[in-house]
């Protein structure tokens, strides 16, 4: 059974830092490229960045460039999204997903809010 469990979210301020992982299980994790995707209030699901099983990494959202960097580490099944400089408009849910030609799975999302 495929697993994946997202973990990190929280309640920060503008100009904070969250991290955010990824807990992968069921899978052979090198062989999927990773993703994050998020989704704020009332808009469609984006992606944010991803990553392929040897680590050549993307950045999809023009507005995270700089700011948030993705990653993993193939022998924990893990993947990470470093969010530096939080701004308000990157409150939202925050999925990660593991990503093939085949199929694609999900995880439950966990939610980042950017408020003071």
């Known amino acids: 059974q495929v697993q994946l469990v997202e973990s990190g979210g929280g309640l920060v301020q503008p100009g904070g830092s969250l991290r955010l992982s990824c807990a992968a299980s069921?899978?052979?994790?090198?062989?999927?490229?990773m993703g994050w995707y998020r989704q704020a209030p009332g808009k469609q699901r984006e992606l944010v960045a991803v990553?392929?099983?040897?680590?050549?990494?993307?950045y999809a959202a023009d507005s995270v460039k700089g700011r948030f960097t993705i990653s993993r580490d193939n022998a924990k099944n893990m993947m990470y999204l470093q969010m530096n400089s939080l701004k308000p408009e990157d409150t939202a849910v925050y999925y990660c997903?593991?990503?093939?030609?085949?199929?694609?799975?999900w995880g439950q999302g966990t939610q980042v809010t950017v408020s003071s």
């Open positions: 069921g899978i052979i994790f090198s062989g999927y490229g």
């Open positions: 990553i392929t099983g040897g680590g050549t990494t993307n």
């Open positions: 997903a593991a990503l093939s030609t085949t199929r694609n799975y």
